[in-house]
């Protein structure tokens, strides 16, 4: 029997989706804030993706307070984990690792765009 997955896509407009993968019938999915239950998770079959759902929690505006804030996602049936998400709010990132690559990417596509255009100058 293939592994149940949960993979995250993405969080927009206060929902965090993912994909649900490798069974047919999908287990009743929880989500758990600080050991509260959050209402409102759907599952929703994928129809060109036979064996995959796509699973949407809304993040309740009133679960969110400065610091650090991470959900979990899990078979409310056996309890199995299945994936997690967090989310910082409020706090200076400026010591904060994602924050430094961040700025490292953003720094990087700055000289890449400058040589690029050194390149096209130079050029001819």
Known sequence: MPEVTLTKTRI?????????????QPPHIEALHLEQ????????????????WLVRV?????VLSEGVQTFLLR????GERLAHFTIITGVAMEDDLRAEVDLLRAELDMLKRAFRRHCLETAT
């Open 37 to 52: 239950s959050l209402p409102g998770v759907s599952q929703t079959a994928i129809p060109e993706r036979p064996g995959e």
């Open 12 to 24: 927009r407009a206060g929902v965090w989706e993912g994909v649900l993968g490798g069974t047919d």
């Open 75 to 78: 078979n409310a049936s056996t």
């Open 58 to 62: 809304p993040i309740p505006a009133e």
